[in-house]
């Protein structure tokens, strides 16, 4: 028997699952956009971060970025000139 308020209540039902599948992939869209983003900027960090050869100066006691150290008394750069 199909009678009007059962056809009603599919018809809720079905209105209920659209609006439900629309949410699921509007909330699915957004997420692949934010996780686009911050993969992006993951990326940038990364390659920001990405670091210079430390070496280790002795005579200053601490490490330096780059291949030599900024005080040329310490003479990193020319070490194996000895
Ligand atoms: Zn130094």
């Known amino acids: 028997m199909f009678t009007l308020s059962k056809l009603l209540w ?45 070496i280790y100066c002795p005579t200053c006691a601490t490490f330096v970025a780059g291949n030599k150290c900024e005080r040329e008394d310490c003479g990193i750069s020319n070490q194996s000139n000895g």
């Open 10 to 54: 599919l018809g809720i039902i079905l209105f209920i699952v659209w609006n439900l599948f629309r949410i699921i992939e509007k909330r699915h869209a957004l997420n692949e956009k934010n996780k686009d983003k911050s993969e992006k900027s993951k990326m940038k960090t990364d390659s920001q971060s990405e670091p210079l050869p430390a």
